[in-house]
């Protein structure tokens, strides 16, 4: 489940899930570097990440589907490429295999999401759309943000790497010294970019000369 390198400087249609694991910057950092790649995102959020968005980045994401959408569409300077998707609306486009949609990354990824998609399970349009992305074989990633794991936890990501999905837990490395918050969440954002063979600059690369940039 992974894109060919030769379409690396393509422009992607993609699938953004924001859930209620704390990591709500991981999500609104993914989005901002994609929209400003010049790709296309469906953001759905639920209604646990609004919560999680106000405590821990003072953005007030309305409970409705109308002002949620103004609410993004004013954080993201109303970007073209931004589409909001209501979390509840299973009627939705990316609801349906048959949407030319070219993955899905789910940031931050509460386990109860992770458990709900390891088992097939649809409570929402996130879950339903992560498991299209699995049935149609596209690329999906997953970025918990929990600790420590239960074995349940850790038995439903093994489930979700078998079926294909590949999971990005939220850390960093050190290597390249991060001196900010934002420097050592955009090396998780990076290191998901690299899964979707999206080209970055978030983080210098371990002994990678200039000439190889």
Request: hydrophobic letters at 45%; glycine letters at 8%; aromatic letters at 4%.
């Amino acid at each position: 489940m992974s894109f060919s390198s030769e379409n690396s400087s393509q422009k992607r249609e993609l699938v953004v899930g924001l859930t209620g694991a704390s990591g709500a910057m991981i999500g609104q950092r993914l989005i901002r570097h994609l929209l400003d790649g010049g790709h296309r995102v469906h953001a759905i959020v639920s209604p646990s990440a609004r919560l999680v968005f106000a405590a821990e980045l003072d953005i007030q994401l309305g409970a409705g589907h109308e002002q949620l959408v103004r609410d993004l569409k004013a954080h993201y300077g109303d970007h073209p490429g931004l589409q909001v998707a209501a979390a509840d609306d299973f009627a939705a486009r990316v609801s349906s295999g048959s949407a030319k949609i070219d993955g899905m990354v789910i940031a931050p990824c509460s386990m109860s999401t992770a458990g709900a998609v390891a088992h097939g399970i649809t409570l929402n349009l996130i879950h339903r759309a992560a498991s299209v992305s699995l049935k149609e074989r596209r690329p999906l990633v997953l970025v918990p943000r929990e600790s420590p794991l239960s074995l349940v936890h850790l038995r439903s990501l093994q489930l979700l790497a078998e079926a294909g999905a590949h999971i990005v837990p939220a850390t960093t490395a050190f290597y390249h010294r991060p001196r900010t918050v934002e420097a050592m969440v955009d090396f998780t954002v990076g290191r998901v970019l690299d899964l979707l063979k999206i080209e970055h600059g978030l983080f210098p690369r371990w002994r990678e000369s200039p000439a190889e940039e």
